[in-house]
């Protein structure tokens, strides 16, 4: 790691840092609050963090948008900021979120925010380290390489020292009039790449300028600081109320597990074993399919977005290969079935290729694509890690937007408590798990590259329209057992052990079940 030299700031330099946030209060978040960038980046941390993870928000403002949605997604966020009236804003509009005035560059601030309250999960800092020295910067980024746990996230955005350098003389013309209309449309056109502590106007006021380091220094400091940068975007706008420029960068501290625990491949304690596959049949997935009302296949052909060459892993009935291929104009798929691959010929003219084989060896030449798609298929397969890593193996890692992308069930998936507090025992089988497959499935991509792993939650429900609670729930032990054991020596006794159940289920008036999923997206380190 490069040495950085420790800046401290005295109480002056700190009561000169506060006063233009002191004095903007909320028109602050009115100008920042919105910039799709941050949001996008603040939704990437919360696919990523563990549950309840601990966060360290630095410059928080008034706790709007991050500390706000990184605590309502549940984690436990520390905002601190060097304006008392920032603070006093956020601790009113954000009372989930806890914030300290702090100046990270004194050493009781310092103390407080490593000792106190750390380690930390994951740090944000949009913006904040924008008006500090070049050596007050790299002290920072430094220290927050130290405060994050192995395998931790941070987020940082800035306004690049070029960006002023650059800026042509009308870049801030169309500045809000209530924001930052009375900065000179010229305040910035001379700012030297280099320049060091220079007075300029901003938001009307003279304060620090917003020099710090070019763009392409930035990566270089995150790795100085022990971090692996991941992702690196930079927005240019002439509309941008205090710079045509902003850099955001993703990164992340090596040493952690390859996947921490996340809410959606819960409940914890995962099983140390795999249960083995589940059986399927045509006739128990027709009669299931009939009842779906299925919001998971829009998301994972969105999440295919720049991808060409796409590869899906047990076709099934086709829904999902043929919306890919609607999308796409074409899409491959396996499917070791003899009688559902028959079946999935008749898509041939929407797009789709069938070949016949098995995940676990797919009959096609490394990186041939650049995605993979297995959806609802692991737990039917006999040796998931396999499968999976031949998924990896398929797609071509250099590719922008490669990317394998998996759907298994959700932790509170009612179908899946269903079957293990009524069927397992009965059935002789062990309870399943699907959070557990998601788990094993992203450790195998890690360790093959694709380290960037992302986890969002599918909405799927199984409808039975049928009158009146009995009705519905015989119904619903007719599809369900058919679709888990058909074919199971003691399939009438399953029958009659779920209607318990299903009559209680149905007793309140409802006509469904949830069936949710939660779709895992995993790219090479440092793609997009």
Known sequence: MAAHTDVTSSADQTARAARPFDNLGKKHEDAYGHLPEQLAAIDWLLARLPDGARVL????????PTAERLAAGGHRV???DVSETMVRLARAQVPAARFERVDIREPAGIRELADGLGPWDAVTAFFSLSRMTRADIEATLARIGQWLVPGGL????TAPSDAFATAPSDAFATAPPDAFAT???DAFATAPPDAEEAEVPWTGQATQAATGHPAATYPRLLRDAGLEVIHVHERTSASDVDAPKHLFLYAVKPGGPDVPAHALTGPYPQPEAYRGRHEL????WSAMEARFQRHDIAPVVDAL???ERVLDVGGGSGAVVRAIAGRLGACVTVEPDAARAAT???LRGHGVTVLPGRAEGLPVADGAFDAAVATWVLHYTDDPDAAVAEMARVVDPTHPEAKVVLVQGAPDNELIALWNRNCAALTGEPPDHQGHLLTRAARVLARRGFRDVSFTRARID?????EGAEAKARAAAEVLSGFWDTGHPRLAGLRQALLPALREHFAEGGDRFTDDGVILVARPRGMG
């Open 344 to 346: 999935l010929q008749s």
């Open 78 to 80: 520390t905002g601190c």
């Open 154 to 157: 941070f987020v940082f955005a």
């Open 183 to 185: 900065a000179p449309p």
């Open 57 to 64: 928000d630095v410059g928080s403002g008034t706790g709007r």
């Open 305 to 307: 977005t720049g991808n």
């Open 462 to 466: 199984v409808l039975f329209p049928e």
């Open 281 to 284: 049949t045509g006739t128990g």
